[in-house]
Nanobody, 120 residues
């Protein structure tokens, strides 16, 4: 089992910045990738950025050049960060942390979600 705890959402003006954090604990040795997804009202959940345990990053075109994903590891937890710069109103959504772990099958874990609102 993997537990995910997110923090860092909030209200920001267009052009501003926010940093999201997600701490993973539990069976962190089984985690193969972590990342962020978002869901705006009336829309499907979409990938924002992911990073594998090998450091391979995948970033959505809509945020490329503005958002940066990074990860830190210690013996007790993995923490994935999403640095969001030059925020736009269309970035408004609930952001969800994700961890993909491998055991007898692939397990997908989700955080509780954190609201990001970009508005004047």
């Amino acid at each position: 089992q993997v537990q995910l705890v997110e923090s860092g959402g909030g209200l920001v003006q267009p052009g501003g910045s926010l940093r999201l954090s997600c701490a993973a604990s539990g069976s962190i040795f089984s985690i193969k990738a972590m990342g962020w997804y978002r869901q705006a009202p009336g829309k499907e959940r979409e990938l924002v950025a992911t990073v594998t345990s090998d450091g391979i990053r995948n970033v959505a075109d809509s945020v490329k050049g503005r958002f940066t994903i990074s990860i830190s590891r210690d013996t007790a937890k993995n923490t994935v960060y999403l640095q969001m710069n030059s925020l736009k109103p269309e970035d408004t959504a609930v952001y969800y942390c994700n961890a993909d772990a491998v055991g007898s099958t692939v397990y997908h874990y989700w955080g509780q979600g954190t609201q990001v609102t970009v508005s004047p």
